[in-house]
Every structure is written in C-alpha cells, then in structure tokens.
C-alpha cells in the first residue's frame, strides 16, 4: 500500500479517551466494535490515512497512527462512533512522536491501565493490531513497535510483581464477589456475553471462586456453547434470558451490545441479586 504521509517519527499519533478523564458512559459513546472497526478502515484512504489501529477496551479507546495531524484520526475514527469529534477532542489526550511511543510501551506493561498491571490489555493490544495487519494498515515501523512492545511487556510480567496482584477489572469483580458474597461459588451466577471478556470471567470465576453453577449466555447461541464447551460450564439460549435473569445470585454483564438487553422488569420483584456490569458501552 503506498504511503502518502512522511514515516517521519514525528507524524506518529496517538489520540483517546480513557477512564482518567471519560466515565463509563461517555466511553461508551466511542467504543468501536469489529463492524465499526472494518468501516474506520475501509474510510480510512477517503481521509489520507494508511498505518493505523485502533484500541478499545472497557477503559479507553485510542487511535495510533501515521498522520499529518491528530485530528485526522480522530475525525475518521468518529465517523462510526456515537459520539461526535467535538467531545472525543475536548476529552482526548494527544501525543506524537517519542512521547506517542512511550504512551504504548505504558499501555502494555498495564502502567496505564484502571488496575495497574492489567495483563488483559496485552492480549486486547494484540487482537487489535492483527485486525488492522490482516486489512493491510500496519506498515513496518509499526509491526517492529508492536513487537518490540510486546517482548517488553512479557520481561515485565516474567520479571517484576507488577501483576501479581488484581491483572484485570473481571478478576477484580470475581474478587468483590469473594470477599462480599458468602458461599459465593455456591451461588447461581449468570455470564451474559462469550467475548473475550466474557470468557476471562467465566475463567476468573472458576480459577479464583471455585465456581461451578455458572450459566452462559450470548447472542450467538454457537458462541456460547463453544465457551461452555472448553470450560466445562452450561449455555442457554437468549430467549430464556428473562428466566435465567429471575433465578441467578449473581449476573456478570460482558457485552458490547449498543442497546439495553437486561431491564428493569427483567429484576424488579426477583428477590435479591448483585448485578456487576464489565460492558461496553454499559449496560
């Protein structure tokens, strides 16, 4: 692919929004999604961009790039988010050069992360490079940065405690559920999303709560059963959600839908129940 914009070091960006100045709410507004993502890079050419990635988690959303500016990539990237450019600039933090490197290498060592020493955000890093790579937006300065990026955040891992402690915001909520709720592994627990968060619960559930009453629910019944499958675990299908929602303990919400799936009807008069959202936008 031809590179119309200098790989000078300076005209790398990155652009985002995180917890450290957005609530969950407003992030909600720019998280971008696999479809979302597949249109930013198809409009991508249209805005004169070429080597670019997008990182969305339930703690930030961040555009790194090549461009001539910052605004370039936040224009593009808000033409599929909810939120317009205006709020995404007025929130966004901006770094170019050696400074936008620096800002990566804190990403995935979990400096920057909600929880210090997230683990999670090395393997979100990497789902979101290789979407962008398999499309033809990597070019090599930022196949080398990813890399070295990546061995960097392993030796931190291998070699310090940084993430001894709490990794993730889903180990940090299997851990409220430990310390809050007693004979919590005893308890109906209802998973309701089989992405990656959704299984990084699932697990956290059972390597760190002994869990074993845990039903999975997704919008697509194929994923869930794959999750249940390799886990060990139970699936229902989304039309018995109502019931499953009136009879769990415990609901641990790890969607990316963009509309509410769980109301109030669906818990009203349902008895009591500890309710822990991980979505994105939030439920």
Do not use: W
Not at 18 to 47: C, N, W
Not at 57 to 77: D, K, M, P, S, V
Not at 133 to 155: A, C, D, M, Q
Not at 224 to 230: Q, T, V
């Amino acid at each position: 692919m031809e590179q119309n914009i200098s790989l000078d070091i300076s005209n790398f960006f990155i652009a985002g929004i995180s917890y450290k100045k957005a609530d969950a709410s407003t992030r909600g507004h720019f998280a971008v999604d696999p479809i979302q993502y597949e249109h930013i890079l198809e409009q991508a050419p249209v805005f004169n961009l070429e080597s670019l990635f997008i990182l969305s988690t339930c703690n930030r959303t961040e555009i790194y790039g090549f461009a001539e500016n910052a605004a370039q990539l936040i224009n593009l990237l808000c033409t599929q988010t909810k939120g317009p450019a205006s709020t995404f600039t007025q929130l966004a933090y901006v770094k170019s050069g050696l400074d936008a490197v620096e800002h990566l290498f804190d990403v995935g060592a979990g400096l920057d992360s909600q929880i210090l020493g997230d683990y999670e955000i090395v393997g979100q890093l990497k789902q979101s490079v290789k979407f962008s790579k398999e499309r033809g937006f990597i070019n090599g300065f930022l196949e080398r940065l990813i890399n070295t990026v990546l061995h960097v955040s392993k030796i931190i891992k291998n070699e310090t405690a940084l993430s001894a402690g709490t990794v993730s915001v889903s180990f940090a909520a299997v851990q409220y559920i430990k310390e809050h709720i007693p004979y919590g592994q005893d308890k109906k627990i209802l998973v309701l999303g089989a992405g990656k968060i959704g299984r990084i619960t699932c697990k956290n559930l059972i390597d760190y709560l002994c869990a074993s009453r845990i039903i999975v629910i997704n919008r697509s019944e194929k994923n869930a059963a794959g999750l249940a499958s390799d886990l060990g675990l139970n699936y229902a299908p989304m039309s018995q959600l109502a019931n499953y929602l009136a009879s769990s303990d415990i609901i641990l919400t790890c969607t990316n839908a963009d509309k509410p799936i769980i109301m109030r009807s669906h818990l009203e008069n349902k008895g009591n129940k500890l309710l822990i959202d991980l979505s994105v936008p939030a439920m």
